[in-house]
């Protein structure tokens, strides 16, 4: 009979659900009132949780139709409520997390021989004619302009150090057991002799390498592998776990002592196989940071290595298409921490984690190519539990608009509603009920609702290129759900803190100081002209010459980055022609409006500063031209200044006015001075 009841109930709630929905008025309830009376029902939520999936429930639509009165009143919110405008939540306060997905710059997919549509090596691949390099990229050319082609040669010279072939493995033979753990070092050398003995059956042909050419050609590059066929292993490339490691340096993390594998399993249309490989138990690095300009940090929970899954083309007609060129190429992802933040942090956090791979070399970067992606979790914890992850961000601006958009649309303003998601009981209630088993047998006989592992914990919406909107695209599910179970066909592979060494050593990030370094080494310079400094070597090493030439650290930092980098090259700038210039203005032998102006024909001219201020006139007056200067000019414009010089807007505009009319060869400082205290005539 109660189970009835409850049914007639629901449906009545799901009829009240659709009038909110739609912005109506059903039975005489409004819609905020209404709101409140759909969340007081216990088993409102669970009913919405458990319903039958339509195909409406998978089908993406604009987020003003996903996130619909009705949906704000799952969220606990009034549906009437005034959203305010996106500029205001410049300054909001939100809990967020970043997930970074990094297609790292492999030559190769990360389980598989196929070409990999991220990599750094370009140019057609001769079968059987090339010999074969540490990580067999046969007849590849290395393509020029980007870091991650430095960073490739280094890492790939590591396989080739002394002790990586030490290892005489049968490849014939099973290589691992469930509980075998294998070293870098052995299991490097067998991946060389078990992709040599795959190539000698292959008759030594390998797939074309992908060129500028082919990259556009829809699933050229796939195998069994990747395709997940049945019967086809995948095999770990070694030089992934040291893109994995570099990654740990790069973001500062602490690296696993171990790399092991597991499968992530759900099904999508991108994922032909149905699981995902990638790590959960046991990520490569842990424990990292990003280093924001105001000087906050931003913890990063981890790195893991993964794969990437197949890209959805969506064509004229609505049909859709799969691209398995990216299915199985390498991926990186950086995981931040929740933590609150505004949408400038939050976008300065992508900026931060973009420009270390990028400069890093692990990834090109190319952002409209999918090099790198964004995922980002947002919460408010006054509106319960429930997160919104926007999925596949790859651009900065549609970071910011589609946060904006969000959080303009959850209706910030409105109060968190005093019925959304509470229970009844107390939970000191129910630590002083007398009988457990008496609790168990109560909730038996009430129905009481118990929350399902399946249960979503939020929406995923995603950016839509034709409507330049957010859409519904599915439920979030908790981590639980994807069941992650150990892949047995990838062995655990030790890591050893010398191979972590050797990693570290050959990483870019070494050849330029850390924002963290720099700051430590200037503590007084503010960290958001440090930034701006150590974005290049070039402006790095011309402020660190500065610094020792004038010792005024936040004085030379100001001038070089903003007046200095704004309008000169710093790589051509003369170092000592820039410091006589810096030393003229810090001794106030010229007005920092005329350095400012005279900057870029000075460096231009080759002359010295003292030179260059004889031929223009441009030296300052001492103190007794000045004091002869200013009497003469208060003496002919008496009539057209005030007489008052205690004001300090009209001291300001004054002195402004007399040092405009010397041609900027006075001082402020001294004609400030003079004007406050006039000498006394005797």
């Known amino acids: 009979m109660a189970s009835v009841l409850h049914s007639l109930v629901a449906v009545a709630y799901v009829v009240i659900y659709v009038g909110v929905s739609f912005g109506a008025s059903v039975s005489g309830f409004s819609v905020t009132s209404t709101s409140s009376l759909l969340l007081s029902y216990p088993l409102a939520s669970n009913f919405f949780v458990r319903r039958p999936a339509s195909d409406s429930d998978n089908r993406a639509g604009p987020v003003s139709s996903a996130l619909s009165p009705g949906f704000f009143v799952l969220f606990g919110q009034d549906a009437t409520s ?17 997930e970074a997905h990094i297609q790292l710059a492999l030559p190769h997919k990360i389980f598989c021989d196929c070409p990999s549509t991220a990599s750094c090596t370009s140019g057609l691949v001769d079968c059987g004619t090339s010999a074969l390099n540490h990580e067999g990229n046969a007849g590849a050319t290395i393509a020029d302009g980007f870091p991650c082609v430095d960073l490739y040669k280094r890492l790939n010279s590591i396989l080739a150090t002394p002790g990586s072939d030490k290892s005489e493995c049968d490849s014939n033979v099973p290589y691992f057991k469930n509980d075998c753990t294998i070293s870098f070092d052995d299991y490097a050398s067998m991946y060389n002799s078990r992709r040599k003995a795959a190539r000698t059956v292959k008759d030594g042909c390998r797939p074309s390498a992908v060129n500028k050419n082919s990259i556009h050609d829809l699933s050229k590059f796939k195998c069994a592998i990747c395709m997940g066929e049945v019967g086809a292993l995948p095999l770990l490339s070694p ?17 696993s002592s171990s790399v092991s594998f597991e499968r992530k399993v759900y099904s999508y249309a991108d994922l032909p196989k149905r699981y995902q490989l990638t790590q959960v138990s046991n990520p490569i690095g842990t424990n990292g940071r990003v280093l924001l300009s105001s000087g906050r940090e931003i913890r990063i929970a981890h790195v893991h290595l993964e794969e990437d899954t197949a890209r959805t083309l969506t064509m004229s007609d609505g049909s859709s298409l799969h691209d398995y060129n990216r299915s199985g190429v390498g991926l990186l992802e950086v995981v931040t921490e929740a933590c609150e933040m505004t949408v400038e942090e939050l976008v300065e956090c992508c900026s931060k984690i973009y420009e270390l791979s990028v400069r890093g070399g692990l990834s090109k970067g190319l952002m409209h190519e999918g090099n790198i992606r964004f995922d980002v979790n947002i919460s408010l914890p006054s509106k319960g539990s429930n997160r919104i992850e926007l999925k596949n961000l790859n651009s900065f601006r549609r970071i910011r608009r589609s946060v904006l958009q969000c959080l303009s649309s959850e209706c910030l303003s409105a109060p968190p509603s005093s019925t959304a998601g509470v229970d009844t009981d107390t939970a000191q209630e129910k630590i002083n009920r007398p009988n457990a088993w008496r609790d168990v047998m109560q909730r038996v006989l009430e129905d009481e609702p118990v929350q399902a592992a399946t249960a979503p914990v939020g929406s995923t919406l995603g950016w839509s290129h034709e409507s330049k909107d957010l859409e519904y695209q599915r439920k979030k599910s908790a981590s639980a759900l994807y069941l992650n179970i150990p892949d047995t066909n990838i062995p655990t592979i030790s890591i050893s803190k010398d191979l972590f060494s050797r990693v570290a050593s050959s990483a870019l990030s070494d050849d330029r100081p850390s924002l963290e370094s720099l700051h430590d080494a200037y503590p007084s310079v503010p960290i958001d002209l440090l930034g701006v400094i150590q974005k290049s070597d070039e402006r790095i090493g011309l402020f660190r010459q500065l610094c020792n030439a004038i ?4 004085f030379v930092a100001k001038w070089l980055v903003n007046y200095v980098i704004p309008v000169v090259s710093v790589s051509s700038v003369d170092v000592d022609q820039l410091c006589e210039l810096l030393n003229g203005v810090y001794s106030k032998r010229l007005n ?45 414009h008496s009539a057209g200044h005030a007489t008052n010089t205690a004001d300090r807007k009209t001291l300001i505009r004054l002195v402004s006015d007399i040092v405009a009319a010397s041609g900027h060869r006075l001082n402020y400082a001294m004609v400030r001075d003079l004007l406050a205290h006039p000498p006394v005539s005797g």
Request: charged letters at 20%; hydrophobic letters at 35%.
């Open 592 to 636: 920092v409006d005329t350095a400012k102006r005279i900057l870029p024909d000075y460096l231009s001219s080759g002359m010295h500063f003292e030179e260059y201020l004889r031929c223009h006139e441009l030296g300052l007056l001492d103190e007794p031209a000045t004091r002869e200067f200013v009497q003469q000019y208060m003496a002919l």
């Open 239 to 255: 030089l992934a776990i040291l893109y994995g490691l570099s990654a740990c340096n790069t973001f500062s993390c602490e690296p």
């Open 551 to 554: 010792g005024d650290h936040p």
């Open 82 to 98: 005034r959203c305010v405008s996106p500029a205001y939540h410049g300054d909001v306060r939100f809990v967020a997390g970043v």
